[in-house]
Each structure stands twice: as C-alpha cells, then as structure tokens.
C-alpha cells in the first residue's frame, strides 16, 4: 500500500557530500513524518534527521551542521543533503514514513561510505 524508493548512497572520501532521495508512493496521509536512519554492522540502528510535513526538523547531534533534511509535500519525497561527510558516518541509510500511527514504512536501504 504504501512505498519507498530511495536513491543517492554511494563512495566518497572524507569530506565529500552525497544527497539521498526518498520517493513514497501510495495511501500517503497529508500529516506525516519522514526521516531517515542509519545503521551500520553491529550497531543499532540511530535517527539521523526526521522532517513533519510542516516542516520541523530533528537532528541527531552527530550531524548536526553537516546534514540538511528537506521534503517536497507535492512529490511525498524526503532529501538528506549531507556534507563533510566522515568515515562514521559509514552506513546502510534507511528512508522513513510514520502516518502518526503504529505502522511505520521503510525504504529498502542505501549504502554510503566514506573513505579515503
């Protein structure tokens, strides 16, 4: 019923950017809340920025300054601009819907790292 498509992950050195693109489609609520997490091998899954659909934003203190949420409401699409990107910041990304009911939606994952 409803999905998400993200796109952008990649390979880039240490201070590189790489921006992630997250396209819902389907029974999409216009009152929602889509963000992004982030996981990497043998740790825990973390909140990495979440934007409502009118428009406050939520950052993890990692990435704070260095990582832009954004979201197009016409095209149900969340962006992650990331900047000065360092080699923790190495993880699957993981796009996100929550309709503020107990079902949340997920992306399939994409894959960014950073190294030199």
């Known amino acids: 019923q409803v999905q998400l498509v993200e796109s952008g992950g990649g390979l880039v050195q240490p201070g590189g950017s790489l921006r992630l693109s997250c396209a819902a489609s389907?029974?999409?609520?216009?009152?929602?809340?889509m963000g992004w997490y982030r996981q990497a091998p043998g740790k825990q899954r973390e909140l990495v920025a979440r934007?409502?659909?009118?428009?406050?934003?939520t950052y993890a203190d990692s990435v704070k300054g260095r990582f832009t949420i954004s979201r197009d409401n016409a095209k149900n699409t969340v962006y992650l601009q990331m900047n000065n990107l360092k080699p923790e910041d190495t993880a699957v990304y993981y796009c996100n819907l929550n309709q503020y009911t107990s079902v949340d939606y997920w992306g399939q994952g994409t894959q960014v790292t950073v190294s030199s």
């Open positions: 389907g029974s999409i609520f216009s009152i929602n809340v």
């Open positions: 934007i409502s659909s009118g428009g406050t934003t």
